[in-house]
């Protein structure tokens, strides 16, 4: 268990160089995080959402905290999310009714409902959108990172990896290939403590996920991923080292996985305390919020300004999006090669 | 003028667009100061840099990977496989990232992944594949395998231009065999999707590809001297996509089709390519379509056991007999 007191701060001043105003955006997204997935859910339950449903509840803090860490705007820093990381798709620029669309999958979603849920990119706001196999995304990043590199941009990439996926061969030989390569790339490694049903002794015989990326000479640190500026902090030292030009490094957030691995999955197979301590006692967004007021860094009435905006603009994504219609079947042919023409449809289906 | 091997005619293609494109690179195991296990980019460190000719890790998959990220952001990697055998272990990458990127994401990924393939090399089971059919099934690559010199030259300078990701098979057993004379001074750029006549005839075709098409040449002389007998010879160059009016055009010439290819038989291209005549061209047969491929094993390394599994001139020969007779 992380303990938070350790991590807490006390001190007045706000730490990480972080101002004002963005502590105040860093809770919009936290913020706007939790909305839209409740209301996704809410989606999901009524049938509108076509495939599976996956939250981020309890790791949110590292998400945003960690894409904030980047620097934004057209053709910046690159980042690669998992499915648990749509807060950072969200402070890369994504728009919840994109997110709404793309799990709904009507015809007018970033990818026309060929893909579901944060599988959808953006490489001129910085998001590329993962594939479902895991591990596959730190060699692409890496690439991306080789690219900056090659040209000598002093841009950066971060890819997420979850704790069962720094099981797969890809993320080794990636992690590799980027060390070597000494590429400007950070990894986020989050330690949610289930892979679907496995927790980590099932999945690995280290204690933490940063001694894997110390056997590939990469340096490596263990922070507490619900501890929303300690991961800012660690995220920007780490983005503006390979801004500098040193290479990889690995960030592991220790952070907890509230839900299912989606919608369907009971959790038969956690315990039922070991969910409440982590919902009452170790929530990212109120530990934040604790933090800011206790601080004096903003004041409540700010804070319920926000959550007041944040959920009309998700009021308005999903009105605006819930009665669209879904894409015509015969618009899956074209699209799979970058000139020839849609393949026609089989001959039975003139008869 | 001047007569080059397939190989340097592949080298001299690599080189080119090197000259031409600064956002062309190299990547793969031993590329660089070594120039590659079969020296294809010998040279190439010296002329571009380590920057452009990359020295990696034994990490297909991070090759595979890293040169599909470079080429989301505008550069046209080409990754070589030291032999095209240990392709599969980028097949993860490749047809579940690489292939589906264009159309589940509007992404471009114009990468060239190309390495020695094929047998009659006595090079054993991990050294002589041909891999083409794991891939065939594969929406979103090309698969190209030129058979001539001139062909390697303008299809991995076609392939290094394709906004798609291609996959190059490049046999080895053609690498030093054969030489052409490629005109100094000519742009040869070879389209994918074009099939090439390899040989005209009349009385029976043989659709083939990679080294194949040299062994069905060698057939059809035979075949004219001994039987009298006019073979014609459809060279397909490129896998997918196929160039399916070309096999059309021989079928309805000569009525007869052989399929011949170094692959192993079950689930190998040969299978697809008979489909597609029998939906498109069926009224035009005069007998059944036959194929001759290698027999459904791992490929050995004693040459008697090599020899044993792959189709041989004298096969080809046997089985186009036995179909102009049908």
């Known amino acids: 268990m992380v303990s938070r007191a350790a991590s807490t701060r006390h001190s007045p001043p706000i730490p990480a160089g972080l101002g004002r105003d963005q502590l105040l955006e860093i809770y919009r997204y936290l913020r706007l995080t939790r909305v839209l997935e409740e209301r996704l859910s809410a989606l999901y339950r009524q049938s509108k959402v076509i495939g599976g449903l996956f939250r981020s509840l ?102 997420y990896i979850g704790d069962g996926g720094t099981s797969t061969g890809t993320f080794h030989e990636g992690l590799n290939f980027a060390a070597v390569q000494k590429v400007p790339l950070v990894v986020i490694a989050e330690y949610n403590r289930w892979a679907y049903s496995t927790p980590p002794e099932k999945q690995f015989a280290v204690k933490d996920l940063a001694d894997k990326a110390k056997g590939y000479g990469v340096p490596a640190v263990t922070v507490d991923g619900n501890d929303v500026v300690a991961v800012y902090d660690a995220t920007k030292f780490a983005v503006e080292r390979a801004r500098r030009g040193h290479g990889v490094h690995f960030i592991e957030v220790k952070t907890y996985r509230r839900t299912g691995h989606a919608e369907h999955d009971d959790q038969h197979y956690v315990p039922k305390e070991e969910l409440d301590w982590w919902a009452k006692e170790n929530d990212p967004v109120d530990r934040y919020v604790q933090q800011v007021l206790q601080n004096a860094w903003a004041e409540e009435r700010e804070l319920k300004t926000i959550d007041a905006e944040v959920t009309a603009e998700v009021n308005e994504a999903t009105d605006a999006c819930a009665d669209e219609p879904l894409p015509p079947g015969e618009s899956a042919l074209g699209g799979v090669y970058a000139a020839a023409p849609a393949a026609p449809p089989h001959w039975y289906r003139t008869l | 003028m001047a007569d080059v091997t397939y190989l340097e005619a592949l080298r001299q293609g690599l080189w080119e667009e090197m000259e031409r494109d600064e956002h062309v690179f190299i990547l793969g195991e031993d590329v660089g100061a070594y120039g590659g296990a079969f020296k294809v980019t010998d040279g190439f460190t010296k002329r571009f840099g380590e920057q452009r000719v990359i020295d990696t890790p034994i990490s297909e998959a991070a090759i595979v990977g890293a040169a599909a990220g470079a080429a989301h952001m505008g550069m046209r990697p080409v990754a070589e496989m030291q032999f095209i055998d240990f392709i599969s272990c980028a097949y993860d990458m490749l047809t579940n990232y690489v292939a589906t990127a264009r159309y589940r994401a509007g992404l471009a990924t114009p990468i060239v992944v190309r390495g020695p393939c094929g047998g009659y090399v006595r090079g054993g089971p991990f050294h002589s594949q041909n891999p083409e059919a794991a891939f065939f099934h594969t929406p979103g690559l090309k698969i190209v395998y030129p058979a001539t010199a001139r062909d390697a030259k303008g299809l991995i300078k076609a392939s290094i231009r394709d906004d798609d990701p291609v996959i190059y098979l490049e046999h080895k057993w053609l690498y030093r065999r054969i030489k052409e004379t490629l005109p100094d001074g000519e742009e040869i750029l070879t389209p994918i999707g074009e099939a090439r006549l390899a040989r005209e005839g009349k009385d029976l075709s043989i659709v083939t590809y990679g080294a194949t098409v040299w062994k069905s040449l060698d057939a059809a002389d035979q075949l004219a001297k001994d039987d009298g007998l006019a073979v014609e010879v459809l060279d397909l160059r490129t896998l997918l996509p196929m160039d399916d009016a070309a096999i059309m055009r021989t079928v309805q010439k000569t009525n007869k089709v052989l399929i011949v290819h170094e692959d192993t038989r079950t689930g190998g291209v040969a299978g697809e390519i008979a489909a597609r005549i029998n939906e498109q061209a069926f009224a035009w047969l005069d007998g059944p379509i036959m194929r001759v491929t290698a027999h459904d094993v791992p490929l050995p390394y004693a040459p008697t056991l090599e020899d044993f599994v792959l189709p041989q001139t004298d096969d080809i020969v046997k089985a186009a007999r036995w179909l102009a007779a049908y």
């Open chain 1, 58 to 159: 309890g790791q949110e803090g590292e998400s945003v905290a960690s894409a904030y860490a980047l620097t934004r705007g057209r053709n910046q820093d690159i980042l690669s999310p998992l499915i648990r990381n749509l807060g950072a798709m969200l402070v890369m620029g994504a728009a919840p009714i994109e997110i709404l669309r793309q799990y709904m999958a009507k015809a007018e979603s970033p990818t026309h409902g060929r893909e579901l849920n944060v599988h959808f990119n953006d490489l001129e706001k910085g998001y590329l959108g993962q594939i479902s196999h895991l591990g596959d995304m730190i060699p692409v990043m890496a690439g991306i990172a080789l690219t900056f590199k090659l040209r000598g941009e002093p841009r950066v990439g971060l890819v």
